[in-house]
T-cell receptor, first 112, second 115 residues
Framework: SQQGEEDPQALSIQEGENATMNCSYKTSINNLQWYRQNSGRGLVHLILIRSNEREKHSGRLRVTLDTSKKSSSLLITASRAADTASYFCATEPLNTGNQFYFGTGTSLTVIP | DSGVTQTPKHLITATGQRVTLRCSPRSGDLSVYWYQQSLDQGLQFLIQ???????AKGNILERFSAQQFPDLHSELNLSSLELGDSALYFC??????????????FGSGTQLSVL
């Protein structure tokens, strides 16, 4: 069964605004990762946050993790039209030996 | 370019047929994963191989099977195809020397259309 669920399913913002998407998951994890998918193409890894970390930054990306609530958020600051894509969270549950379960994704549209 | 190669890019076939999807992982990666992406089901984990051995099974149907060969390439076999099997099938690889904080590198996928 799927491990993660993203929210919202779709998000439309103006260029320059910030975009926030959320991920909730069901079981304890080793880490949580965010991936990006341009239409019909393979997913690309964006950022990984470990279960003992609460916040991580990478360029315009900020990820938070709340293991007590089993949730994560991805913030993209100063969005650009090129950020238009689907974003997925992926969790690696404990003791599964590098298995990764993806959510349903958030479709982000950035309007120029 | 992720370094993961999937062939073919597109496949059109009829119900009841059998197809084979092929994946070459990134150089040095020992793990291969197969995922199915459809509009209503999101990205579903099918199966994982590590260094030639099956490591984990997800939502893989009995009509589907996979294997990883000694050269680490993998094949996903889909048989008795149904209309509902139409989807984008992704291969991903990971697994360098470390066994933690692994991230996946995805191929560009095989779009399967069952008519």
């Amino acid at each position: 069964s799927q491990q993660g669920e993203e929210d919202p399913q779709a998000l439309s913002i103006q260029e320059g605004e910030n975009a926030t998407m959320n991920c909730s998951y069901k079981t304890s994890i080793n880490n949580l990762q965010w991936y990006r998918q341009n239409s019909g193409r393979g997913l690309v890894h964006l950022i990984l946050i470990r279960s003992n970390e609460r916040e991580k930054h990478s360029g315009r990306l900020r990820v938070t993790l709340d293991t007590s609530k089993k949730s994560s958020s991805l913030l993209i600051t100063a969005s650009r039209a090129a950020d238009t894509a689907s974003y997925f969270c992926a969790t690696e549950p404990l003791n599964t030996g590098n298995q990764f379960y993806f959510g349903t994704g958030t479709s982000l549209t950035v309007i120029p | 370019d992720s370094g993961v190669t999937q062939t073919p890019k597109h496949l059109i076939t009829a119900t009841g047929q059998r197809v084979t999807l092929r994946c070459s992982p990134r150089s040095g990666d020992l793990s291969v994963y197969w995922y199915q992406q459809s509009l209503d089901q999101g990205l579903q984990f099918l199966i994982q191989y590590y260094n030639g051995e099956e490591r984990a099974k997800g939502n893989i149907l009995e009509r589907f099977s996979a294997q990883q060969f000694p050269d680490l390439h993998s094949e996903l076999n889909l048989s008795s195809l149904e209309l509902g099997d139409s989807a984008l099938y992704f291969c991903a690889s990971s697994g360098g020397p470390r066994d933690f904080d692994e991230k996946l590198f995805f191929g560009s996928g095989t779009q399967l259309s069952v008519l």
